[in-house]
């Protein structure tokens, strides 16, 4: 699926399935309120009324469904008839998955999704994710056409209108976004070393007018950024500082997105096994979201100043590699004795954070990161972990996951308990706990913090993203519905207002979840 051009339109246009295969999907109750009418043009004359009605009676979700209307050209699949509270009410993992299996083959595809309109924004980042873009397969090389898939929304439910032309492009930049992000992490640091980040991200900033700031190799060391020049030193390819900004005309205040984009992890001298190390170029998951976010949210327009902070290194074995015991000097001016030079991605983040802070001015601090093996166990495989000082902000982490498909969930915010984990007797802390079965995502979360100052008067937001990052052998672009949903509050676009879980709109679009909720029979 590598050379899919995604498009989303109001309406894809009539078509049989023989020239043009089609996949129809929505939860069984709003595949029900579609009338043959809207979806017959897409499936006529091989496929008739009776058979349409004869396959949606056939479905039985558990939890989810398809079933073949002609052939391999042509199906319907269901999506769960009820999620628990944690999960989003778009089912956007469960779509994913069901176009991945379902859709039929051929160079020209459609796809018919049937939702209510809050469950727009969700499933089409969902659908993006599964059409990657990178692959090195020789036949995928050799094969040069492009291959279309196009994507129709069928809304149901209390507003039923199409889709206009500026929510259409702002699905289209979510998906990209999804895409992009999904690309960098896929890409092996062979090919996405710093040198190759430094490129995606000035082309990111040469397509939004905006040059990056960077600050890189001994400058790093000789501004004080202890953190990152530490991790980075020993590799062919230096480290780096990047920041995009953008600054528009009656900002009332300004947002820093830091994303850790350690290329690739070795665990330094504190190195991993042959099970562990495979797969770790996903580590700059973080800063891949955060790239691929911040292009489709400048692009939507965005009222409040941004800015996109990039700690880029790769943790490698070399001659010059920090070593436990080593003391580093971060941004922070707080020193940092080196216990184990696999919990890299916490200096490079307290750098970022610090300097968002000091040189930005940022009044709201979000770092996302691909930070500990552990998040997986305290929130699994689909929920990012999130950790912060601000209880409105956790909520709306949570609501956000929700309505963007990009799931999160609370860590412990505690550090009045958990800091001490990090005492050292020659230095301000160590890098790593002391007790690793004492809350270990929490820690790694905290020792950021910490470089703030557990009493900095802002908002400050950790998102450890280390499992949902990827699922299976492929990058998931998590990170970026999530961001562009927490966010949409400041945005100037309509969809992303009403995704969003802050702003004035807060009350209504949560009773209107909670109503659409309620509908789908939660457990």
């Given at each position: 699926?590598?050379?899919?051009?995604?498009?989303?339109?109001?309406?894809?246009?009539?078509?049989?399935?023989?020239?043009?295969?089609?996949?129809?999907?929505?939860?069984?109750?709003?595949?029900?309120?579609?009338?043959?009418?809207?979806?017959?043009?897409?499936?006529?004359?091989?496929?008739?009324?009776?058979?349409?009605?004869?396959?949606?009676?056939?479905?039985?979700?558990?939890?989810?469904?398809?079933?073949?209307?002609?052939?391999?050209?042509?199906?319907?699949?269901?999506?769960?008839?009820?999620?628990?509270?944690?999960?989003?009410?778009?089912?956007?993992?469960?779509?994913?998955?069901?176009?991945?299996?379902?859709?039929?083959?051929?160079?020209?595809?459609?796809?018919?999704?049937?939702?209510?309109?809050?469950?727009?924004?969700?499933?089409?980042?969902?659908?993006?994710?599964?059409?990657?873009?990178?692959?090195?397969?020789?036949?995928?090389?050799?094969?040069?056409?492009?291959?279309?898939?196009?994507?129709?929304?069928?809304?149901?439910?209390?507003?039923?209108?199409?889709?206009?032309?500026?929510?259409?492009?702002?699905?289209?930049?979510?998906?990209?976004?999804?895409?992009?992000?999904?690309?960098?992490?896929?890409?092996?640091?062979?090919?996405?070393?710093?040198?190759?980040?430094?490129?995606?991200?000035?082309?990111?900033?040469?397509?939004?007018?905006?040059?990056?700031?960077?600050?890189?190799?001994?400058?790093?060391?000789?501004?004080?950024?202890?953190?990152?020049?530490?991790?980075?030193?020993?590799?062919?390819?230096?480290?780096?500082?990047?920041?995009?900004?953008?600054?528009?005309?009656?900002?009332?205040?300004?947002?820093?997105?830091?994303?850790?984009?350690?290329?690739?992890?070795?665990?330094?001298?504190?190195?991993?096994?042959?099970?562990?190390?495979?797969?770790?170029?996903?580590?700059?998951?973080?800063?891949?979201?955060?790239?691929?976010?911040?292009?489709?949210?400048?692009?939507?327009?965005?009222?409040?100043?941004?800015?996109?902070?990039?700690?880029?290194?790769?943790?490698?074995?070399?001659?010059?590699?920090?070593?436990?015991?080593d003391i580093h000097t971060l941004?922070?001016?707080?020193?940092?004795?080196?216990?184990?030079?696999?919990?890299?991605?916490?200096?490079?983040?307290?750098?970022?954070?610090?300097?968002?802070?000091?040189?930005?001015?940022?009044?709201?601090?979000?770092?996302?990161?691909?930070?500990?093996?552990?998040?997986?166990?305290?929130?699994?495989?689909?929920?990012?972990?999130?950790?912060?000082?601000?209880?409105?902000?956790?909520?709306?982490?949570?609501?956000?996951?929700?309505?963007?498909?990009?799931?999160?969930?609370?860590?412990?915010?505690?550090?009045?308990?958990?800091?001490?984990?990090?005492?050292?007797?020659?230095?301000?802390?160590?890098?790593?706990?002391?007790?690793?079965?004492?809350?270990?995502?929490?820690?790694?979360?905290?020792?950021?913090?910490?470089?703030?100052?557990?009493?900095?008067?802002?908002?400050?937001?950790?998102?450890?993203?280390?499992?949902?990052?990827?699922?299976?052998?492929?990058?998931?672009?998590?990170?970026?519905?999530?961001?562009?949903?927490?966010?949409?509050?400041?945005?100037?676009?309509?969809m992303l207002n009403k995704v969003?879980?802050?702003?004035?709109?807060?009350?209504?679009?949560?009773?209107?979840?909670?109503?659409?909720?309620?509908r789908r029979r939660l457990v």
């Amino acid at each position: 699926m590598a050379n899919v051009v995604l498009e989303f339109k109001a309406s894809a246009g009539d078509s049989e399935p023989q020239s043009r295969p089609v996949l129809i999907i929505g939860q069984q109750t709003s595949l029900q309120q579609v009338s043959w009418s809207q979806i017959k043009g897409k499936l006529q004359p091989v496929v008739s009324k009776e058979t349409w009605q004869a396959a949606l009676s056939a479905l039985n979700p558990n939890p989810t469904d398809s079933c073949p209307l002609y052939l391999n050209h042509a199906a319907v699949a269901a999506l769960p008839s009820r999620v628990s509270r944690h999960n989003s009410p778009s089912s956007a993992h469960f779509l994913s998955r069901l176009v991945r299996s379902c859709l039929p083959g051929g160079n020209n595809r459609c796809i018919v999704m049937v939702c209510e309109r809050s469950d727009v924004f969700a499933s089409s980042c969902a659908i993006a994710r599964a059409f990657p873009i990178f692959s090195r397969r020789s036949t995928s090389s050799r094969r040069g056409e492009k291959k279309h898939v196009t994507v129709e929304f069928v809304i149901v439910g209390q507003d039923s209108s199409s889709l206009d032309d500026a929510e259409l492009e702002c699905l289209s930049n979510a998906a990209d976004g999804v895409r992009l992000a999904a690309r960098i992490v896929d890409t092996p640091c062979n090919e996405m070393n710093t040198d190759h980040f430094l490129e995606e991200i000035k082309a990111v900033g040469t397509e939004l007018g905006i040059t990056p700031v960077i600050i890189r190799g001994e400058e790093l060391k000789q501004r004080g950024f202890g953190g990152i020049y530490g991790v980075g030193k020993a590799a062919e390819h230096l480290p780096a500082l990047a920041v995009l900004s953008h600054t528009p005309d009656g900002a009332t205040q300004s947002i820093a997105w830091v994303g850790k984009g350690i290329v690739y992890d070795t665990g330094g001298l504190s190195i991993k096994g042959k099970t562990t190390m495979p797969g770790m170029k996903r580590d700059c998951g973080g800063a891949a979201a955060i790239l691929g976010a911040f292009r489709a949210t400048i692009k939507q327009g965005f009222k409040d100043n941004l800015h996109a902070v990039f700690c880029l290194a790769e943790n490698a074995v070399g001659p010059t590699a920090t070593r436990p015991d080593d003391i580093h000097t971060l941004y922070s001016g707080k020193t940092v004795e080196i216990n184990n030079t696999d919990a890299e991605g916490r200096l490079v983040l307290a750098d970022g954070v610090v300097y968002a802070s000091k040189d930005l001015a940022a009044d709201i601090i979000l770092d996302m990161a691909t930070l500990t093996g552990a998040q997986g166990i305290s929130t699994g495989k689909y929920h990012a972990a999130v950790m912060t000082n601000s209880e409105q902000w956790e909520v709306a982490c949570v609501r956000a996951g929700r309505s963007s498909g990009d799931l999160a969930h609370p860590l412990v915010y505690c550090p009045e308990l958990h800091f001490s984990e990090f005492t050292s007797a020659m230095a301000d802390m160590k890098n790593s706990v002391a007790d690793r079965e004492n809350a270990q995502s929490s820690c790694a979360g905290l020792f950021i913090g910490s470089h703030l100052g557990f009493d900095w008067p802002g908002v400050w937001v950790h998102v450890d993203i280390a499992s949902p990052v990827h699922a299976g052998e492929r990058a998931t672009g998590f990170g970026v519905a999530l961001l562009m949903a927490l966010f949409g509050q400041a945005s100037d676009d309509s969809m992303l207002n009403k995704v969003s879980p802050l702003g004035a709109a807060t009350n209504n679009s949560e009773d209107q979840m909670e109503r659409d909720c309620k509908r789908r029979r939660l457990v």
